[in-house]
Structures are given as structure tokens and as C-alpha cells.
Antibody, heavy 118, light 110 residues
Framework: QVQLQESGPGLVKPSETLSLTCSVSGGSIGSRSYFWGWIRQPPGRGLEWIGSIYYSGSTYYNPSLKSRVTISVDTPKNQFSLQLSSVTASDTAVYYC??????????WGQGTLVTVSP | QSVLTQPPSASGTPGQRVTISCSGSSSDIGSNYVHWYQQLPGTAPKLLIYSNHQRPSGVPDRFSGSKSGASASLAISGLQSEDEADYYCAAWHDSLNGPLFGGGTKLTVL
């Protein structure tokens, strides 16, 4: 059973870059069967897909966030990361990392709250 | 289209049957599986239905899912107070290479 765990700062200042890492266990990030991605949920609001990365390194981003998002993969460490630049208060959210596929259900981490505040 | 369309709210009395709809397009629901998540306050979303109508182990058979064309539905029969939660649908989007989510439906048990 794959398990995912997010890690990173819980507080980021406005205009700075939010950086999170997802550690994967019980499954290889090099698998060709899955994408690896980030999803967020602002307080009191719905779920929003941020972006995905494939084992090859190909990335796919939500058009609404594309100019600020970078997702990268570290295959030897079985980890992938999210960077979101120029953050504002509206980027305050619970951030989830996930194993994604169009052919089956998604596997999620437990989520980590990131607050954007001075 | 950045989200799938769900009603913002739904309600029912204990024992009643309620349905929550989710509509999309040929690029998401129309060509991929639909999944449903239940979210209780302060917790991560919990998988309720996957691949249109499959239930993970431990999910009561009171919960059922269906799909037709570019729309899907979640049905909850024998409504219970503990079913009061937010419900989200999700489906893969072919050109985005990522999932789309519904805006969420807040279910109230009267």
C-alpha cells in the first residue's frame, strides 16, 4: 500500500516561495502507471488540482497557477516537490500530495496546512 | 472548465434517500472514471466511491455511484446523522493530465 507524506514550512511570508516535499513509500515514483501531483484546499473551500509530474519528468499544471508553479521529482530519494512562487494570502490552504491516475482512484497524503502571513 | 459542477447543498431527513449530481464534459467524466469523496470537518477527504460505482472495503452499501455520459451521481439511502459532511466528485481530465474536482456539496441531515 503506497503511503505519501508531505513536509515543509507551515508559514510562508507574502511574495516568497512556498516549498513542499512529498516522500513516497510502498511504491516507486519511477512507475510508469502513475502521475504524482499536488492538490490544495483553502479553508472553507473546495479541492483544487495544482499540477502533476510523470516519471519521465514531464509536468502538467493547472492553467490558473501555471505561471507560478514548479513540480520536480527526485527519483533516487523517491520524493517529489512543489514550489509556488509569489504567494499571497489566497494561497493559504491545506496542501495534499497524491498518486494520480486516470484509470483508478487516487492515493493521498494526510495534508499539511500552509499559511501565508507576514 | 476548471471544475466539475455540483449543487452547493443538499439535505434530507434520517432514513431518506438523497442524490448528489456531478456534471462535466466529454474530456473528463465522459471519458474517465468518476470518484466520490466524503470530507468531515477538519479531516482529509475519504474515498467513498471509485471507478464510477465501486465501494472501497468498509464503505456501507448505503452509498452508491452511477455515471451516464458526462454526468455522474452519488446516492445515499437510509440517511444517517453521521452522513452530514461535504461530498466531492472527481474525474481525470484528458488534456490537463490531472484530476478535476467538483465544487463540493454540503449535505445536511435535518
Amino acid at each position: 500500500q503506497v503511503q505519501l507524506q508531505e513536509s515543509g514550512p507551515g508559514l510562508v511570508k507574502p511574495s516568497e516561495t512556498l516549498s513542499l516535499t512529498c516522500s513516497v513509500s510502498g511504491g516507486s515514483i519511477g512507475s510508469r502507471s502513475y502521475f504524482w501531483g499536488w492538490i490544495r484546499q483553502p479553508p472553507g473551500r473546495g479541492l483544487e488540482w495544482i499540477g502533476s509530474i510523470y516519471y519521465s519528468g514531464s509536468t502538467y499544471y493547472n492553467p490558473s497557477l501555471k505561471s507560478r508553479v514548479t513540480i520536480s521529482v527526485d527519483t533516487p530519494k523517491n520524493q517529489f516537490s512543489l514550489q509556488l512562487s509569489s504567494v499571497t494570502a489566497s494561497d493559504t490552504a491545506v496542501y495534499y500530495c497524491a498518486r494520480l491516475t486516470g484509470l483508478d482512484s487516487y492515493s493521498w497524503g494526510q495534508g499539511t496546512l500552509v499559511t501565508v502571513s507576514p | 472548465q476548471s471544475v466539475l459542477t455540483q449543487p452547493p447543498s443538499a439535505s434530507g431527513t434520517p432514513g431518506q434517500r438523497v442524490t448528489i449530481s456531478c456534471s462535466g464534459s466529454s474530456s473528463d467524466i465522459g471519458s474517465n472514471y468518476v470518484h466520490w469523496y466524503q470530507q468531515l470537518p477538519g479531516t482529509a477527504p475519504k474515498l467513498l466511491i471509485y471507478s464510477n460505482h465501486q465501494r472501497p472495503s468498509g464503505v456501507p452499501d448505503r452509498f452508491s455511484g452511477s455515471k451516464s455520459g458526462a454526468s455522474a451521481s452519488l446516492a445515499i439511502s437510509g440517511l444517517q446523522s453521521e452522513d452530514e459532511a461535504d461530498y466531492y466528485c472527481a474525474a481525470w481530465h484528458d488534456s490537463l493530465n490531472g484530476p478535476l474536482f467538483g465544487g463540493g456539496t454540503k449535505l445536511t441531515v435535518l
